[in-house]
């Protein structure tokens, strides 16, 4: 669990979290094991049933991948533009790529999207589509694609040349993105506006299914098979 310092105020981003972990007993009840503090703001990735804490440092200082356990570090890139408010990043299923939105210059309201090669520590893309805000990034499970979305629009890129192999509309603000898995290749496209999911297969973007909801979906996730 990552817990803030001190109070949460919207449009100010903590400058230390607590990094908790809890252990189910066997009575039901909840005991921490352990708390410890790091600078700046904290996020979560999982790679192959391993948890990987996302660490974005002190003024967007860096951006570092953090074993929760050890609190070793198994990668770090310092290269790093001022990120939006409320960071978006994704790691690829190998752990090589890592990508997230950072602010445009320009624009109050428009991001640009990084991609980098957490290997060879160089930037592999860097795209400014102004699209508005990012409010989410996944990678599909074979590593291939990148789904990445904005405001009002769903773009999933390649991720060998990083061009565009799919792009779908709708209204997606306040939820955590677009979710890409299943085994046929699917998007899973939450749409707040529809109160309802919409399931795209990837390759053809044709519709194959539409779940309608009672209210407004905010995280769509996968099973892993």
């Known amino acids: 669990v990552a817990v803030l310092e001190g109070q949460f105020n919207w449009g100010d981003r903590p400058k230390t979290c607590y990094l908790e972990k809890w252990m189910l007993r066997g009575d039901g009840s909840w005991r921490m094991d352990w708390s410890r503090p790091l600078p700046g703001y904290l996020g979560f990735a999982r790679v192959d049933g391993e948890l990987i804490v996302l660490q974005l440092g002190p003024e967007d200082a860096y951006i570092a991948l ?3 356990e050890t609190g070793r570090e198994s990668a770090r890139i ?4 001022h990120l939006q408010w409320l960071p978006v990043l994704a790691l690829s299923p190998d752990r090589r790529l890592l990508a997230f939105f950072s602010q445009e210059k320009r624009s109050d309201r428009d991001v640009e999207l990084h991609v980098w090669d957490l290997v060879t520590q160089r930037r592999v893309a860097h795209l400014q589509p102004r699209l508005s805000l990012g409010w989410g990034l996944a990678f599909s499970p074979d590593g291939r694609s990148l789904v990445a979305t904005y405001e009002n629009t769903v773009v999933v890129y390649d991720t060998t040349q990083f061009s565009t192999s799919l792009v779908q509309g709708g209204s997606f603000e306040s939820t955590t993105g677009t979710a890409i898995g299943g085994t ?3 998007l899973a496209i939450p749409s707040t ?3 309802a999911v919409r399931l795209v297969h990837v390759q053809s973007g044709s519709e194959v299914a539409y779940l309608k909801l009672p209210g407004s979906p905010t995280v769509c996730t996968f099973s892993p098979d």
């Open 66 to 68: 953090v074993d929760p």
């Open 78 to 81: 310092s290269d790093t533009p």
């Open 184 to 186: 046929a290749g699917l």
């Open 193 to 195: 506006q529809e109160l």
